[in-house]
């Protein structure tokens, strides 16, 4: 089983910059999960879809942080304009449902470096 | 004061030794407990879980859980040199979403 993928690994823009990054989820997997870690911290929750509806969007900074899921399978997520504070790792996680307990499985992340 | 508590280390223990890793959280609502594994520039890994209170055995690792104390740990029998990672904890209040609060993360390093 392919696990999720999402690109590019990593990436470095100037502050004020747009940058949009990308995941696909496992196949067959409704809910999607977006999160921020930022280095020496856990994972932080952006935003959760579950097929191509927002269940949870309470964390993501939304004059700056858009993200969309159109056809219930990718996912883009899209800094604009990017700040110093957003450098991070951009997590993709995937579920077979949305429902309490089931396991979320991870992507390698992006990395963003913002000068 | 963050939900979830964790000391971020670094743990730096000898191989084969017994490794305690531990959170502590403030959300009494918390009933779904799990610890996933970080390698380095990779994604975290589901490790192990436990629902409400109680202990889980997985081959060389143990889970633990107080409710009443809000304290929650995980051993390592054995370590080894590829146990070497960031061990983060996440819990659920189950109630909706699946939603999972983490904590920052110990580094641990296993030296042969």
């Known amino acids: 089983e392919a696990g999720v993928a999402q690109s590019p690994r990593y990436k470095i823009i100037e502050k004020r910059q747009s940058v949009a990054f990308w995941c696909n989820p496992i196949?067959?997997?409704?809910?999607l999960y977006w999160y921020q870690q930022i280095l020496g911290q856990g994972p932080k929750l952006l935003i959760q879809f579950q097929n191509n509806g927002v269940v949870d969007d309470s964390q993501l900074p939304k004059d700056r942080f858009s993200a969309e899921r159109l056809k219930g399978v990718d996912s883009t997520l899209k800094i604009q304009p990017a700040k110093l504070e957003d450098s991070a790792v951009y997590l993709c996680?995937?579920?077979?449902?949305?429902?309490?307990?089931?396991?979320?499985?991870f992507g390698p992340g992006t990395r963003l470096t913002v000068l | 004061q963050k939900e979830v508590e964790q000391d971020p280390g670094p743990l730096s223990v000898p191989e084969g030794a017994i490794v305690s890793l531990n959170c502590t959280y403030s959300n009494s609502a918390f009933q779904y407990f799990m610890w996933y594994r970080q390698y380095s520039r990779k994604g975290p890994e589901l490790l192990m879980y436990?629902?409400?209170?109680g202990n889980k055995e997985d081959g060389r690792f143990t889970a633990q859980v107080d409710k009443s104390s809000k304290y929650i740990s995980l051993f390592i029998r054995d370590s080894q040199p590829s146990d070497s990672a960031t061990y983060l904890c996440a819990m659920s209040e189950g109630n909706a979403g699946n939603m999972l609060t983490f904590g920052g993360g110990t580094r641990l390093m296993v030296k042969p």
């Open positions: 996680a995937s579920s077979h449902s949305g429902s309490f307990g089931n396991e979320q499985f």
């Open positions: 196949s067959g997997h409704a809910t």
């Open positions: 436990t629902y409400s209170s």
